[in-house]
């Protein structure tokens, strides 16, 4: 039986490590896990579908409750209590600082980052600066569909190989 503690999921594993699975297994991990992601933003842009999936979760949670396979904090041993607590004191901790690392970076973009300057029509300023314009567009977009054709050629040759 599997079982999970209040809100930590499931018990990392401590017998199989990620660097012991081959490359095989990792890159099925990762397709399942793309998969999942990808299901799950589909289900975000549909809020009557967000909804009931929601409901469902909530009814699967409390099925698992029932059955004895989630266990509260209230529910654990002293020891086990100690862990998890201790668990989530360094998960805060990582989220705090994340947060002031987000807005210490904002901060500093917003000291250092110049007023911007007015903004001038292209009537105003003139033809040369509208072609120039034109020009470095053209040039951009052609070197990146050369680069997306690369792309597509490099990852039909990986898929070859595999």
Not at 87 to 95: D, G, V
Not at 120 to 149: C, D, L, P
């Amino acid at each position: 039986m599997h079982t999970t503690w209040f809100g930590l999921g499931t018990m990392p594993r401590q017998s199989r490590s990620r660097s012991n699975l081959s490359e095989e297994e990792k890159t099925k991990r990762r397709r399942e896990q793309k998969k999942i992601n990808i299901r799950r933003a589909r289900a975000k842009i549909d809020e009557a579908a967000l909804e009931e999936r929601r409901k469902k979760d909530r009814e699967r949670y409390k099925k698992k409750k029932e059955q004895g396979q989630i266990k509260n904090i209230k529910d654990c041993t002293p020891r086990e209590q100690r862990k998890i607590r201790r668990i989530w004191r360094e998960k805060a901790k990582k989220k705090r600082e994340k947060e002031k690392e987000k807005t210490k970076a904002l901060n500093f973009i917003e000291e250092n980052t110049p007023p911007s300057s007015p903004s001038f029509s292209r009537v105003n300023v003139g033809r040369a600066v509208t072609t120039r314009n034109r020009r470095r567009i053209v040039a951009e977009n052609s070197y990146q569909k050369k680069e997306s054709k690369i792309a597509k050629y490099r990852m039909r040759h990986i898929k070859e190989k595999t």
